[in-house]
């Protein structure tokens, strides 16, 4: 039976979230947050959501095969300067070559970076600021048994 791509979804937020932990100045500069499902009402900015962006499986033998996901970080922000400090503190705190790993049912072959992008958005925070968002992606493939 296939494990879901949600469940590569859930060992990355366990990676970031102990990373975030041991990231002092994380929660300064992300003070909303990153969150998997709906963001709570009135986050404060900037903050940032983890999803998926696809997935797809690669079958080896019987019960093997290689999962194959995109998991995307989207960041918040009022300003593209502030957007540029929450995305330039994340790639900082998450060293994706060494701390992306996942728990021990997993056989992670390999994590690398997609490319990076910002944009404005058309809404607006309560004081009428612009809002901006921009995403970090990763590619994760990861051997399952």
Do not use: C
């Amino acid at each position: 039976m296939n494990k879901p791509a949600i469940s590569v979804l859930r060992s990355f937020q366990t990676v970031v979230d102990a990373k975030i932990l041991e990231a002092g100045d994380f929660a300064d500069a992300v003070p909303g947050g990153l969150w998997t499902g709906e963001v709570p009402e009135g986050q404060s900015l900037p903050y940032g959501t983890i999803t998926v962006r696809q997935s797809s499986y690669e079958w080896i033998f019987s019960d093997s095969y290689i999962e194959h996901v995109e998991i995307e970080i989207i960041m918040y922000a009022v300003g593209a300067d502030a957007l540029d400090e929450a995305l330039n503190e994340i790639e900082g705190t998450f060293n994706w070559e060494e701390d992306l790993l996942f728990p021990p049912d997993d056989v992670l072959i390999h994590v690398y970076p997609l490319p990076r992008t910002t944009r404005g958005e058309f809404a607006r925070d309560v004081d009428g600021n612009q809002v901006f968002s921009g995403s970090l992606g990763y590619h994760v493939s990861v051997w399952r048994v």
